[in-house]
């Protein structure tokens, strides 16, 4: 059958069935907006939980005999396990790793406040946590920063106030003479920025400071007290402050804390804690192509004496496939129960047109053009379903976030938006409609086809 009066047939019998076939249509609709809301919440889901919060395309590799924890952090007489250089460079070769930095972990006392320029008040911590790592891994605009600032250390000195603000002294335990130095670059994390705004800064008063740190291109100046904190003293060295500047956020951020340059950190591991604990990192973040290399990365590394740090990322993720494995199927049924509906809907419209149908194959119409007849009317009925349950489904996740954003108070990694609306999703919606359109009127487009025109006459 000619594409021009296969189209006028199908046009023809959309108006003068549009009662049944409508009500056909909207279980297609319903199931696809179904399906569409549901695979849209849950990519939603996904991205916040697996791209924020719990990143899914990254593993932390720690020494199985891990010393992190009070005795390090005290710098007691357990010598600090770690990894040797010799190991990252192994991991960097394993099939499925995109990206492999090392981190040093803070291995002595230390403390910090500031803040005041951007908050109005001087806050701190009597236990500051942070780690090193290196400033190549960086994106290129925040690396240039994120610079050791001891390359080009500036005038002798004794006390900061040889030193012309913001620079303080930098002058270590076991030096007669300092030099001047900039405030020492340092990263935080989104997590730390989200949990600040939405969690301590409300409960204190203080302004939310998102916003703040990443508009600021000279960063916030705070005070560190080296070698000393709430929980005791370093081993070694004597106590001290130097200077810090937070010059970006980055998800490549210890969660809670501050990450410095690892030369830095390497300079004062060997300040306060001993030259061992400033040879071996102390875990690996290695960033992966896709999860399931994560599985043979760990597997890879345990060989070695490496763990993860952290399992939250994978039972998360098995979590919500497994809660959108399930709200799929809901959906997918309410589309099988749409295609029943649409093969009674076909059985009797076929029924009904007995004698049409006998009178086109008698003029000469094919089996086949009556197959095609039924099936494309099919499947305009259910793309047109499919069209119109995504665009439900679309208004209300519209109305959904609507609800959350008033309803919903904040809270840290609170989206936009709860739904993610891919391109491919659109065109999935319409594919599945139509596709469980055209199944259910196989059967239906398959008697059409095999009407004998002298009993239908």
Sequence with gaps: ??????????????GRTRGPLMTAGFGILVGTAALVFFLALGLGARRVLLGDVFPIDQVELQPTQSSAGLLSLLGGPRPASGIEPSTVDKLRKLPGVAEVYPKLRFRFPSMAYGGKELLGQEIGTHEMIGDGI?????????????QDPMQHPGPECHTDSDCTSPQYCELPSSARVGHCSDPVPAIVSHYLV??????IAPSHGLPPVAGALLQRAQGVVFTMTLGKSLLG????????SVKVRV????PKAIDLGVTLPVPVV???????????????????????????????VIQAASGWGLVPHDTRARDVSVLITSVLALLVLVASVILLMAALNIA???????????????????????AADMREWMLSLALVVGAAGGAAGAITARLAALVADWRAAVDLPDFPFKPHSFFVFPWWLWLAAVGFAALFALLGALGPARRAARTDPAHSL
């Design 1 to 14: 059958m000619r594409a021009g009066a296969l189209a006028r047939m199908v046009r023809a019998d959309l």
């Design 134 to 146: 290196e400033p190549a891994l960086l994106k290129p605009e925040l690396a240039r920063r994120f």
């Design 194 to 199: 989200e949990l600040f705004d939405h969690a």
């Design 233 to 240: 003293v370093a081993k070694q060295g004597h106590e001290r």
């Design 247 to 250: 010059v970006g956020v980055s």
């Design 266 to 296: 390497r300079r004062w591991n060997r300040e306060y804690a001993g030259k061992a604990a400033s040879l071996r990192y102390s875990s690996v973040v290695v960033h992966v192509k896709s999860a399931d290399d994560a599985s043979r």
């Design 344 to 366: 009674h809907t076909f059985r009797v419209l076929v029924t009904e047109r007995q004698r049409e149908i006998g009178l086109y194959r008698a003029l000469g119409a094919s």
